[in-house]
């Protein structure tokens, strides 16, 4: 599959909220399943967020509550929306396809995104 593109990042303060854009070309023709993933500077990344073609989803416990994960198939984009935003959100966050429901080889294969980053400051 064509490299997923992030977008919606910037730099705003604690409290505040900011939706991020994952397209990933033909992600919804094979039914892939969609991630998100965080790496803040000298750590390693972690999971986030994910959201399969039948919408189900799931958040790491830190996040939980607080951000949403949605998709426009249609547009072959997913969503973060990430509200009341702390310090401990600030990182450089990817998308990347994987397995799901009657979904293809290519999700897994396919490659991660460059990122989008987020700033969060108190």
């Known amino acids: 599959l064509v490299q997923p593109v992030e977008s919606g990042g910037g730099s705003v303060q604690a409290g505040e909220s900011l939706r991020l854009s994952c397209t990933a070309p033909?992600?919804?023709?094979?039914?892939?399943?969609v991630n998100w993933y965080r790496q803040a500077a000298g750590k390693q990344r972690e999971w986030v967020s994910y959201?399969?073609?039948?919408?189900?989803?799931m958040y790491a416990d830190s996040v939980k509550g607080r951000f949403t994960i949605s998709q426009d198939r249609a547009k072959d984009t997913v969503y973060l929306q990430m509200n009341s935003l702390k310090p401990d959100d600030t990182a450089m966050y990817s998308c990347?396809?994987?397995?799901?429901?009657?979904?293809?080889?290519?999700?897994?294969?396919?490659?991660w995104g460059q990122g989008t980053q987020v700033t969060v400051s108190s």
């Open positions: 033909e992600f919804a023709s094979n039914n892939c399943a």
């Open positions: 959201i399969n073609s039948i919408g189900d989803t």
């Open positions: 990347k396809t994987s397995s799901g429901w009657r979904s293809t080889a290519d999700c897994v294969t396919a490659s």
